[in-house]
């Protein structure tokens, strides 16, 4: 099947288009094979059956190593999806990388979240490009009424083979529930990676979304989080740490729709090496959106001259009876903190990594369960080498 039989080329982000100024793709259209992803035998000691687990191959749902299901869009439930899809389709409808995956109906599936869950669940991607050059999934999330999950979804090569991986999670949460969602990735130095990231949030309910980058030659984060109803509230914050000649570049919008309605953003990037960090956010907050409390801060720390930053924090405000901040800072690592360590009898080397260390425990100490905040962290210290820091006991 070729790109156009799957979508209309010109939908496709380019960089004459301004949210993607920074981030070309275009390479991969030309040999875009989607249908030929497939799946591989898998098995990891990363995956217990102690936890709550559902984990995808190449974009395929995994039955054999999961122990929670999910429906797959069928002809005996495409009413089901149909609502779900209905009641989030205005949110990042122009977006085109997020078309693609809708287009594609192979790997999509339904999640329904159900009372408080006690242990958090994971969901896991592995890749391999020798099977698929392009994967996709679309995961739907529906969290019920006074629901409460927690969700780590980690991307995971097991070769050096080369990826085009075109996630998505949509997330619909009905009246007074909790999802926090935590997304990590650390894909190879050969494949580019894109998160399409969208929730609707009801009264009373609360979506936090935290996003881990610490690998991909290429990484994208579209976020999209709408609040429709008053007492709704989310949190968007992000990490990335980079080195070598990565990339990661997040674009979020955050939409005030009601009144009464609370959002916060921390993101946080290191760049090493020749790496490049983009943040472009936007907060937008309706007419009659008034009683609205709203933040937006990046932050970005050099560790060498080749690296670089772009941050592009925005606000749209129509509403008078708001409270709104943004802002963005840019900057190296302070001489006189390394000297302050060098001081007291600490290698300079080591005094960077804790003082790099303790930049990123700012997003890190967003996750509140320890046994994901954990996961986190081990990814961080296994891919970059500024963070390689001994774990205290």
Same mark, same amino acid.
């Given at each position: 099947?070729?790109?156009?039989?799957?979508?209309?080329?010109?939908?496709?982000?380019?960089?004459?288009?301004?949210?993607?100024?920074?981030?070309?793709?275009?390479?991969?259209?030309?040999?875009?094979?989607?249908?030929?992803?497939?799946?591989?035998?898998?098995?990891?000691?990363?995956?217990?059956?102690?936890?709550?687990?559902?984990?995808?191959?190449?974009?395929?749902?995994?039955?054999?190593?999961?122990?929670?299901?999910?429906?797959?869009?069928?002809? +005996? @439930?495409?009413?089901?999806?149909?609502?779900?899809?209905?009641?989030?389709?205005?949110?990042?409808?122009?977006?085109?990388?997020?078309?693609?995956?809708?287009?594609?109906?192979?790997?999509?599936?339904?999640?329904?979240?159900?009372?408080?869950?006690?242990?958090?669940?994971?969901?896991?991607?592995?890749?391999?490009?020798?099977?698929?050059?392009?994967?996709? *999934?679309?995961?739907?999330?529906?969290?019920?009424?006074?629901?409460?999950?927690?969700?780590?979804?980690?991307?995971?090569?097991?070769?050096?083979?080369?990826?085009?991986?075109?996630?998505?999670?949509?997330?619909?949460?009905?009246?007074?529930?909790?999802?926090?969602?935590?997304?990590?990735?650390?894909?190879?130095?050969?494949?580019?990676?894109?998160?399409?990231?969208?929730?609707?949030?009801?009264?009373?309910?609360?979506?936090?979304?935290?996003?881990?980058?610490?690998?991909?030659?290429?990484?994208?984060? @579209?976020?999209?989080?709408?609040?429709?109803?008053?007492?709704?509230?989310?949190?968007?914050?992000?990490?990335?740490?980079?080195?070598?000649?990565?990339?990661?570049?997040?674009?979020?919008?955050?939409?005030?729709?009601?009144?009464?309605?609370?959002? +916060?953003?921390?993101?946080?990037?290191?760049? @090493?090496?020749?790496?490049?960090?983009?943040?472009?956010?936007?907060?937008?907050?309706?007419?009659?959106?008034?009683?609205?409390?709203?933040?937006?801060?990046?932050?970005?720390?050099?560790?060498?001259? /080749? *690296?670089?930053?772009?941050?592009?924090?925005?606000?749209?405000?129509?509403?008078?009876?708001?409270?709104?901040?943004? /802002?963005?800072?840019?900057?190296?690592?302070?001489?006189?903190?390394?000297?302050?360590?060098?001081?007291? /009898?600490?290698?300079?080397?080591?005094?960077?990594?804790?003082?790099?260390?303790?930049?990123?425990?700012?997003?890190?100490?967003?996750?509140?369960?320890?046994?994901?905040?954990?996961?986190?962290?081990?990814?961080?210290?296994?891919?970059?080498?500024?963070?390689?820091?001994?774990?205290?006991?």
């Amino acid at each position: 099947m070729s790109l156009e039989q799957t979508i209309n080329k010109e939908q496709l982000p380019t960089k004459k288009n301004e949210k993607w100024k920074y981030t070309n793709l275009q390479h991969y259209w030309p040999q875009f094979d989607l249908p030929k992803q497939s799946s591989f035998p898998y098995a990891s000691e990363k995956i217990s059956e102690e936890n709550d687990n559902i984990v995808f191959i190449n974009g395929e749902f995994n039955q054999e190593l999961s122990n929670v299901a999910v429906k797959k869009l069928n002809g +005996s @439930n495409k009413a089901i999806f149909s609502r779900f899809k209905k009641k989030l389709a205005k949110l990042m409808q122009d977006e085109g990388v997020f078309q693609l995956v809708e287009s594609h109906s192979q790997n999509q599936y339904l999640l329904e979240l159900e009372s408080a869950r006690t242990k958090p669940l994971r969901i896991y991607h592995v890749y391999s490009g020798q099977r698929a050059k392009h994967a996709s *999934a679309h995961l739907h999330v529906a969290a019920k009424t006074n629901s409460q999950t927690s969700i780590m979804e980690t991307h995971e090569q097991i070769n050096e083979a080369e990826n085009f991986i075109n996630n998505a999670t949509s997330f619909y949460l009905e009246n007074n529930s909790k999802v926090v969602f935590v997304k990590a990735q650390d894909l190879n130095d050969y494949s580019s990676f894109v998160q399409n990231t969208r929730a609707l949030v009801s009264r009373d309910a609360r979506f936090e979304s935290i996003t881990i980058d610490a690998g991909a030659k290429l990484s994208r984060n @579209n976020i999209w989080i709408e609040l429709e109803q008053e007492g709704a509230s989310c949190a968007a914050h992000g990490l990335y740490a980079l080195q070598g000649e990565r990339q990661s570049d997040t674009n979020s919008f955050i939409h005030h729709a009601k009144g009464h309605t609370e959002s +916060s953003q921390l993101y946080k990037g290191i760049m @090493n090496d020749k790496s490049h960090g983009i943040f472009t956010g936007l907060i937008r907050v309706e007419k009659d959106a008034q009683l609205v409390t709203s933040d937006q801060l990046n932050k970005n720390l050099l560790l060498t001259k /080749g *690296a670089h930053a772009h941050s592009r924090p925005q606000l749209e405000i129509y509403a008078d009876d708001v409270k709104c901040a943004h /802002g963005s800072t840019t900057g190296q690592l302070s001489e006189e903190e390394v000297f302050y360590f060098e001081s007291r /009898g600490i290698p300079k080397e080591k005094a960077r990594q804790l003082l790099a260390a303790a930049f990123a425990n700012d997003v890190l100490l967003k996750i509140k369960s320890v046994s994901l905040r954990q996961a986190a962290q081990d990814l961080l210290s296994k891919n970059f080498n500024p963070l390689k820091t001994q774990r205290s006991n």
